[in-house]
């Protein structure tokens, strides 16, 4: 029944590895998004996407590439990671509009 | 480029009393928006007031917007134990693709 579910919880590699991490959401929402937190809280966004096209894309490396084969769905591909990628990836949701945000739980990458 | 700044960083107060949280910001928004995110876990939306409105209610969760100073305030009355999070306000911005901009939080410790 979870809202926003994103996998996985945690993931540790090695530097220069590629990684995906999912979500998805079951509200029927139009926009979902990504947001990195870092290691003293700070959340800030990454990428936005409404009904499968990207509207927003913030001064994000190029390594990073969001996938959404559909609405319901937004995936995050990480290329050659690298220790300064270590944070914490939230997957949100929201209706088109004006609205709060869905969040899911989170997904902690270490990079060593 | 951050938005939201809180105010304190941190609170500790004992339960039962009131706290009070601060949000400052730069731009011209369309909404406030307040979440709340416990240790480890996602962030939760708590409530949204409009920029045409001065105060909003939601159970013991009040909040107030001054769009002349750019200021926001959460009111949490008769806290508990399990208000013990951090607070984050996010400002929406009026544009078309409007995303959340989110402060640096507040850690709030509400003692037994």
């Known amino acids: 029944d979870t809202a926003v579910s994103q996998t996985p919880k945690y993931l540790v590699t090695q530097m220069g590895n590629d990684k995906s991490i999912k979500c998805e959401q079951n509200?029927?929402?139009?926009?979902m998004y990504w947001y990195k937190q870092d290691s003293k809280k700070f959340l800030k966004i990454m990428f936005s996407?409404?009904?499968?096209?990207?509207?927003i894309n913030e001064t994000v490396p190029n390594r990073f590439s969001p996938k959404s084969p559909d609405k319901a769905h937004l995936n995050l591909h990480i290329n050659s990671l690298e220790l300064g990628d270590s944070a914490v990836y939230f997957c949100a949701s929201s209706p088109l509009g004006f609205y709060g945000y869905t969040f899911g739980s989170g997904t902690r990458l270490t990079v060593v | 480029s951050q938005q939201g700044e809180e105010d304190p960083q941190a609170l500790s107060i004992q339960e039962g009393e009131n706290a009070t949280m601060n949000c400052s910001y730069k731009?011209?928004?369309?909404?406030l928006q307040w979440y709340r995110q416990n240790s480890g876990r996602g962030l939760v939306h708590l409530i949204l007031?409009?920029?045409?409105?001065r105060e909003k209610h939601s159970g013991r969760l009040r909040v107030t917007l001054d769009t002349s100073k750019k200021s926001s305030s959460l009111l949490i009355t008769a806290s508990r134990a399990a208000d013990t999070a951090s607070y984050f306000c996010?400002?929406?911005?009026?544009?078309?693709?409007?995303?959340?901009?989110f402060g640096k939080g507040i850690t709030l410790s509400v003692r037994p």
């Open positions: 731009t011209s928004i369309n909404n």
């Open positions: 996407y409404n009904n499968k096209e990207l509207i």
């Open positions: 007031i409009r920029s045409n409105e």
């Open positions: 509200l029927g929402h139009d926009t």
């Open positions: 996010a400002t929406a911005d009026t544009g078309a693709n409007s995303k959340l901009t």
